[in-house]
């Protein structure tokens, strides 16, 4: 079947996204899903998502995911995400880092997965069981620069990464011969119909964001991003060395108490033709004052 769908993207006028509508069908016959949640409002004062919670360094603490799920989060005095909640306070995951944004740990109730770093690279990943005290190699990663061009998993999987602009596309198995075809909707939302082949096990998703199954979330290395909501759970780390008079819409700012600052939204208006690998500046993005919304 051939799929005949479309998304239809609304915004205020400092590009917070309002709404979204999706219509058609996918490959499978299948009603196409939304991008992120199809309505949110803005607190007129603010700026920030209406009915939703935030600190008061700007950073979001209690918000729904993709699946409209709400979720609580907590962060250490350096702005980064330390724990993920239910709504109900039940821990989901719990983060550990070293001394810059690099995360080494993530605990879920089943398991603890520990990372080993490259540069601003992960390189290897171990998992250990909660009830064991020995960690067991998952994956290495092998790039060509920035770029991912193959991973192993358990030391007899090869996998193959055949990337677009945003991240990888095409996943090929050395082990199974076969290929799979990776899709998300521009804000992130996977889109499996769209995909081809065996069900990927590769969680470098969106931009090659690494996705967690658990939470729905995207660790962007310097913040989480929330394909629920299109924007990014904390305030931008870099701040104003981000900005860039070549570039006028890095310098979107406002003064709050004084002071000027400013916040991260993903996207310059254009969710396939844009990104920011590493969640670290407004270079390729828009943005607009910390305290006034994400």
């Not at 660790?219 to 759970?233: C, D, K, L, M, V």
Request: aromatic share 12%.
């Amino acid at each position: 079947m051939t799929a005949d769908w479309s998304q239809t993207y609304t915004y205020d006028r400092y590009g917070n996204r309002t709404g979204t509508t999706a219509s058609g069908v996918d490959t499978d016959n299948v009603t196409v899903p939304t991008d992120g949640i199809s309505s949110m409002s803005y607190d007129n004062t603010t700026n920030r998502i209406s009915g939703w919670d935030y600190d008061f360094a700007g950073n979001l603490t209690r918000g729904q995911n993709v699946s409209g799920v709400w979720q609580r989060f907590e962060y250490d005095s350096a702005g980064r995400l330390k724990k993920v909640k239910d709504d109900s306070n039940n821990p989901i995951e719990t983060y550990t880092y070293g001394a810059s944004r690099e995360k080494l740990k993530t605990v879920t109730s089943t398991q603890r997965a520990y990372y080993a770093w490259g540069g601003s690279k992960v390189l290897v990943e171990y998992i250990e069981a909660i009830a064991s005290s020995t960690p067991a190699y998952s994956k290495v990663y092998f790039y060509a620069g920035e770029r991912l061009v193959s991973s192993n998993e358990g030391g007899s999987v090869d996998l193959y990464h055949h990337p677009d602009r945003l991240g990888t596309k095409v996943v090929s198995n050395s082990f199974t011969s076969s290929l799979t075809r990776q899709a998300t909707l521009p804000f992130g939302t996977d889109f499996p119909a769209e995909g081809t082949g065996a069900p990927s096990t590769n969680n470098l998703l969106f931009t090659s964001y690494d996705r967690s199954a658990n939470t729905g979330l995207d660790y962007a290395t310097n913040r989480t991003y929330s394909p629920g909501q299109s924007r990014f759970t904390q305030v931008d780390p870099i701040g104003m060395a981000s900005a860039s008079l070549g570039n006028p819409q890095s310098n979107n700012m406002c003064p709050w108490k004084g002071e000027i600052w400013r916040k991260h939204l993903y996207s310059s208006l254009s969710g396939t033709a844009l990104y920011d690998r590493n969640s670290s500046g407004c270079s390729r993005r828009y943005c607009i004052c910390p305290f006034q919304g994400h």
